[in-house]
C-alpha cells in the first residue's frame, strides 16, 4: 500500500498481517473493526475533503441536500424511510426530526449506537446489506429508500439484485434515491480515476448510470460534482 500524505492511517493489531495499516481517510475499504474504528473521525474525514473540494467527499453536503429535498417531494412526514448504511446519521436525524418514521442499517455497530442516540425512536439495525435486506424488515413497504455514500461498497452484479429488491420495497409512489460518488458515463469515472491515482480506492465500486440502465428502466441521474451525483428511482424503474 502506497502513502498517502492526504490519509490519515490507523494500526490494528492481534495479527492481521501486512493488513495492520489501513488508511481511514483516504476511504479505503474498510471491515468492521476498521468501520468502527473510523467512526470517531468519520464525520471530521468528510469535512476535510468536502472543503477541499477533493476525492471522494467534493459535493458531500449537496448530495445530502439533494436527496433530501428529492424526499420531501414526494413523502410527507409520518411517511416510512428506509435508510441503508446511515453511518453517523447526519441525513437521517433531521427527518427524524421533522416526525418520519425512520428505519436504517449499518454495518458497523458503533455507527449504530451512535445514531441510536439521536434517534432513540428509530428501528436502527447492525447488519451487512450486502446479504440483502435483513428478515425483520420483511412485510414492511417504505414511501422512501435512500443511500448516501454506501452502495459502492457492492459490485456491480450485486448492486442491481440489491437495487432489483429495494424496488420491490417500495410503496406505490415511492421511490429509491442513492447519493454518492458516482459517476453518467464510464468515461467520466476513468477520468476522476486517473486524477487521483494516490488516493483512488479500487475495492470501492462507484455508481455508473451508463451501466445500471440495461438493467432498470427510467433511472434519473443528477451531476453533483465531478465526482458525485444522486440517481432517483421508481417502482416502475425495474424491468
Not at 500500500?1 to 498481517?17: A, C, F, K, Q, V
Not at 428501528?123 to 412485510?139: C, I, K, M, N, T
Request: one cysteine or more; charged letters at 25%.
Amino acid at each position: 500500500m502506497g502513502w498517502d500524505e492526504n490519509s490519515t492511517y490507523i494500526l490494528l493489531s492481534e495479527g492481521n498481517g501486512p493488513a495492520d495499516l489501513i488508511s481511514i481517510g483516504g476511504n479505503k475499504m474498510l471491515d468492521k473493526e476498521g468501520f468502527n474504528l473510523w467512526k470517531e473521525s468519520y464525520d471530521e474525514d468528510v469535512e476535510l475533503s468536502e472543503e477541499t473540494g477533493t476525492y471522494p467527499f467534493a459535493g458531500y453536503s449537496h448530495v445530502l441536500g439533494r436527496v433530501y429535498s428529492l424526499l420531501h417531494a414526494c413523502v410527507k412526514p409520518g411517511g416510512n424511510i428506509l435508510d441503508i448504511g446511515f453511518g453517523t446519521g447526519t441525513l437521517t436525524k433531521q427527518l427524524y426530526d421533522e416526525g418520519f418514521t425512520i428505519f436504517g442499517m449499518d454495518f458497523s455497530d458503533k455507527m449504530v449506537e451512535k445514531a441510536k442516540a439521536k434517534m432513540p425512536g428509530a428501528v436502527l439495525l447492525q447488519h451487512d446489506f450486502a446479504e440483502g435486506l435483513p428478515e425483520v424488515l420483511s412485510g414492511v413497504s417504505f414511501d422512501c429508500i435512500l443511500s448516501t455514500y454506501a452502495i459502492h461498497h457492492l459490485s456491480d452484479t450485486q448492486k442491481v439484485t440489491f437495487i432489483g429488491e429495494l424496488l420491490e420495497r417500495l410503496s406505490e409512489t415511492g421511490k429509491l434515491l442513492i447519493g454518492d460518488v458516482a459517476f453518467s458515463t464510464v468515461k467520466d469515472l476513468e477520468r476522476c480515476r486517473a486524477s487521483n491515482q494516490e488516493g483512488w480506492d479500487e475495492e470501492e465500486f462507484y455508481p455508473v448510470l451508463e451501466r445500471l440502465r440495461p438493467y432498470f428502466s427510467a433511472i434519473e441521474f443528477e451531476k453533483i460534482s465531478f465526482c458525485s451525483g444522486v440517481f432517483v428511482f421508481s417502482k416502475e424503474s425495474k424491468k
